[in-house]
């Protein structure tokens, strides 16, 4: 589903919303009753977002134990919003959802915080293997400047991206070994070969049981032999345009969900129009 128009027919109002939950989360409004065991037909309450038995009155809430649950926002505005996140190349900033969804900003960031959450949970993660690059940067702070001061007004981020695969990302505290190594063991399989740059977080790959590749980029030798980390590079560049195109300021808090939406819109990039889909798919 990538238009508009397409949404608008499959979910034109709360109650579709709803019975698409429903269908969901207790496969239909055809069912055996949770409580009189009886099975038969659930309708849907007049006065609240819920389902009722026609045997013994059984209320189910399919919002109850998801993030739409005791929201004052219309379900309706809620699947519009995770269809505006889906649509979007680069993410959709809480002042758009404000002005297309007709909610206050705080409703809008509060939105947008819990859909990215939701991005994050419904992104399942296998473990990347083969060849894979991994890197660290720094986002965020003041624009200009250079070595440890420059740094440290940043957030650093820690990303793995398998060549032609996936990519996994993810805000860190630091780049020590200690911090490093572990993110790598527990996201790529062992025995593949990792390419990184020279830094000394790295240099105990090889007991770690991968293959370890560097590139030197201090001495200006951007590409070893087939050792380079141009994807990751890829991945960084996109990640931080992106920011700057959608988000005016990323605080240090935001920027680790904002780095797993991104995460998870590059995993995607070439199945754009089943990014609806998975997210309506679980809850
Ligand atoms: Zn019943």
């Given at each position: 589903m990538t238009t508009f128009?397409e949404f608008q027919?499959r979910f ?66 809620w699947f519009f919003a995770m269809f505006l996140f889906s649509t979007s ?11 297309q ?174 990014i609806f889909?998975?997210l309506i798919?679980?809850?």
């Amino acid at each position: 589903m990538t238009t508009f128009y397409e949404f608008q027919k499959r979910f034109p109002d709360n109650a579709a919303c709803l019975e698409h939950l429903m269908n969901v989360r207790y496969g239909g409004t055809e069912i055996d009753c949770p409580k009189c065991g009886r099975h038969g037909k659930f309708y849907p309450m007049r006065t609240q977002l819920g389902y009722v038995c026609q045997f013994c009155g059984h209320h189910i809430h399919p919002c109850a134990g998801t993030f739409l649950h005791r929201t004052h926002t219309p379900l309706h505005k809620w699947f519009f919003a995770m269809f505006l996140f889906s649509t979007s190349r680069h993410g959709v900033a809480a002042k758009e959802l404000e002005r297309q969804l007709g909610v206050s900003y705080p409703t809008a960031l509060r939105m947008a915080h819990l859909i990215r959450e939701h991005m994050t949970d419904v992104d399942g993660e296998n473990p990347l293997d083969g060849d894979v690059e991994a890197d660290e940067t720094y986002v965020g702070g003041r624009k200009r400047g250079v070595g440890r001061g420059y740094r440290k007004h940043k957030a650093v981020v820690f990303g793995m991206v398998e060549r032609d695969g996936d990519v996994m990302a993810k805000v860190v505290p630091d780049v020590k070994r200690r911090t490093l190594e572990p993110i790598i063991r527990e996201n790529v399989e062992e025995g593949s070969t990792v390419h990184t740059d020279e830094l000394r977080s790295y240099l105990s790959l090889e007991k770690a049981g991968y293959t370890h590749r560097t590139v030197n980029h201090s001495e200006g030798e951007y590409v070893n032999g087939d050792s380079h980390v141009n994807a990751v590079e890829g991945f960084w560049s996109r990640l931080k345009n992106s920011i700057r195109g959608t988000h005016v300021h990323v605080s240090k808090k935001h920027l680790a969900k904002y780095v797993k939406e991104f995460e998870y819109r590059y995993n995607r990039r070439k199945e754009t129009h089943r990014i609806f889909a998975d997210l309506i798919a679980q809850f």
